[in-house]
């Protein structure tokens, strides 16, 4: 758990208020106890003294009044002394006395050499072995961890002894009990009351503390929310505290920086506008690694390499992204998060919906010899080799356009002249049959050439497109309408797979009707009967792509670089121009066209239209594929 700043700085003033109370309470506590002891100890000697004295007094005043042994016998002379002490009144007084007044004498006791017990203040102990204690002196001179110890812990007591002689020898002990438990009671007020002030010390620091805190660090909170304020993108126009301490003058420097952050904000908004608007027009996938392996910056194409969104990559480690396992991340021989520098390494990616092809490149950036990230690039291999194909050809229709165009002019003006002179022939010549059939098969091969040479104009034209906001499912439904007589004739089955909604789409109806029909007429001839045809639209990004599926016998897979040349036909009697002019309509709208077939099982042709609007379009005006494909102009 954070602790704010407020609360620390209370806690702190705390904790030092408990500390110094805690020592003075412990010197204190020392202090009293080593007095509560010396104090008890000194009793002890002064009461034992006094005993003692009385304890003379009975015997001489025993022997002024002609009291004495019966004999020298020790026993008797025990004996006597037992009954003298016994029957003495100041002596017995005296011990009541002591034990009753005392608070930490708990008894008292004379004993012989022989430690029997001949006067008690416990009347039980008599002619009983009096028990052995410790020496007060022990607790006395112990350390006051010690003393604590054994003032709190079990019950115990302890004694001073005062040997006395009688005649010649020693004859015994005054001895004084002193009880743990009367000399704690002695210190406890004193430990409490330590307590209580050690409390209420703390108590009062704290709410001091508090107050102080709040006082001394009110400022501090103004300078939190203005940081919040330019945190959140807003401008303060002056110090949010105005005094002329260090806090003032820290509040309006963090004034000055905030002006200065909300500029480069203002800068660093645009720039990373700019940069987006140039990424979302890539069509190669970046991916930027900052020295510690984590992505800072993800280009909005890298979602169709990796199938997962821009915004959730950013932030993530490249160990992350490409677990140990992961096709790339082998191939960028990935080591924890570091990445090592490749180029040209192609890899294949699968998912749900197939395999793929990419390339990668990663550059390691450096800066004075230390590395400060990596560069990872992802390539479309099979779009690029698709362009290429595409461009190949192109670049052969504008050939192929450039040659017919030159022969069609070359040869017309010939077969005009033919023409002419044959209907001249036809006036002179006689009605014998062979001639006139003679002359009528010319006929029919000049109109045929005518024919021929007329095609190869039409397709070298310029074609004029009108573009409007048309609905993909209408117009598809119209080309169905127009192909469902041949497809019925051929004994086919006709699918169709539209979406419910469908964003509108800029053509020119004319064109893509066209080329729509050629794939549907080329699928109805190339399906044997009993097979399946599928006109299906989806939406793939910013594009609407229309599919023909079949079930035919697919093309060959010689035949597939060719399939879009003009003039090129695996059909008896077909023309060859129906693709060209497909794969001719579609570029025309900034489209593309690619086809997959299997030899056996079917061809899909799929046409990609751009969904969003042009942002200008051409006007009556088309590609001239007399010219080269290089210097069109867009």
């Avoid at 950036?365 to 230390?370: A, N």
């Avoid at 450039?402 to 044959?422: D, F, I, Q």
């Avoid at 003039?567 to 309509?585: D, Q």
Wanted: glycine fraction near 8%; hydrophobic fraction near 40%.
């Amino acid at each position: 758990m954070r602790l704010s700043l407020k609360t620390k700085f209370t806690l702190a003033t705390s904790l030092l208020v408990l500390a110094v109370v805690a020592v003075v309470s412990a010197l204190y506590l020392g202090r009293l106890t080593s007095q509560v002891l010396h104090q008890a100890d000194d009793r002890a000697r002064f009461v034992a003294q006094q005993v003692f004295l009385a304890c003379q007094n009975a015997l001489a005043d025993a022997a002024e009044i002609g009291h004495s042994p019966r004999s020298a016998d020790p026993d008797d002379i025990r004996s006597y002394v037992s009954s003298t002490l016994d029957n003495s009144s100041p002596l017995n007084s005296l011990i009541e006395s002591a034990v009753g007044y005392s608070p930490t004498i708990y008894e008292i006791t004379i004993s012989d050499k022989n430690g029997a017990v001949l006067v008690s203040s416990d009347s039980s102990q008599r002619d009983q072995k009096s028990p052995v204690r410790p020496s007060v002196d022990s607790i006395v001179h112990a350390g006051f961890i010690r003393q604590l110890r054994i003032l709190y812990g079990p019950p115990q007591t302890y004694e001073y002894a005062l040997p006395f002689s009688l005649g010649s020898g020693p004859f015994g002990d005054v001895r004084i009990g002193l009880s743990s438990t009367l000399m704690r009671d002695e210190i406890s007020p004193g430990l409490r009351s330590s307590v209580s002030w050690a409390l209420g010390a703390v108590l009062l620091s704290t709410l001091l503390a508090f107050l102080v805190s709040r006082i001394t660090l009110a400022p501090l909170q103004q300078i939190s929310n203005q940081l919040d304020r330019i945190s959140a993108g807003e401008v303060d126009l002056g110090p949010a505290v105005a005094r002329g301490d260090e806090l003032g003058v820290v509040s309006t420097k963090i004034s000055g920086i905030g002006k200065q952050l909300h500029d480069v904000r203002e800068i660093f908004s645009t720039v990373r506008e700019n940069l987006d608007q140039v990424m979302r027009g890539l069509g190669d996938g970046l991916l930027l690694f900052n020295a510690e392996g984590r992505a800072v910056l993800v280009s909005p194409s890298v979602e169709k390499f990796l199938g997962t969104r821009s915004d959730e990559l950013r932030g993530r480690l490249a160990s992350e992204i490409f677990p140990p396992g992961h096709p790339v991340s082998g191939a960028l021989r990935i080591k924890g998060d570091t990445i090592e520098s490749v180029e040209g390494t192609e890899v294949t990616l699968h998912a749900a919906n197939g395999s793929r092809r990419i390339g990668l490149s990663a550059q390691v950036i450096r800066e004075h010899g230390k590395a400060m990230g990596t560069l990872v690039t992802l390539h479309d291999i099979e779009t690029l080799e698709r362009i290429g194909n595409q461009l190949q050809v192109s670049e052969r229709l504008a050939a192929i356009g450039r040659v017919t165009a030159g022969v069609a002019h070359e040869v017309k003006n010939p077969l005009n002249s033919m023409r002419l002179w044959l209907e001249v022939l036809k006036g002179d010549m006689p009605v014998n049959p062979e001639p006139q059939q003679a002359v009528k098969m010319l006929d029919s091969e000049i109109d045929r050439l005518d024919r021929a040479v007329k095609t190869f104009l039409n397709f070298t034209k310029p074609v004029e497109i009108s573009l409007e906001e048309s609905d993909l499912r209408v117009l598809l439904e119209e080309i169905l309408d127009a192909a469902r007589p041949l497809i019925t004739k051929s004994n086919l089955e006709l699918t169709t797979i539209f979406p419910a909604e469908f964003p509108p789409v800029l053509l020119d109806r004319q064109l893509i009707h066209q080329a729509v029909l050629n794939l549907l007429l080329n699928a109805s001839e190339f399906t044997p009967p009993g097979g399946r045809i599928t006109l299906r639209l989806s939406r793939k990004g910013d594009f609407a792509v229309i599919a023909v599926e079949d079930t035919g016998r697919g093309i060959a897979p010689g035949d597939r670089s060719k399939i879009f040349q003009l003039f090129f036909t695996t059909r008896p009697g077909g023309t060859g121009i129906g693709l060209a002019n497909t794969f001719r309509f579609v570029h025309l709208h900034n489209g593309r066209i690619e086809f997959d077939s299997e030899v056996g099982r079917g061809t899909t042709f799929r046409i990609e239209l751009p969904v969003a609007r042009w942002e200008e379009a051409p006007v009556a005006t088309g590609r001239d594929y007399s010219q080269p494909f290089a210097t069109e102009k867009r």
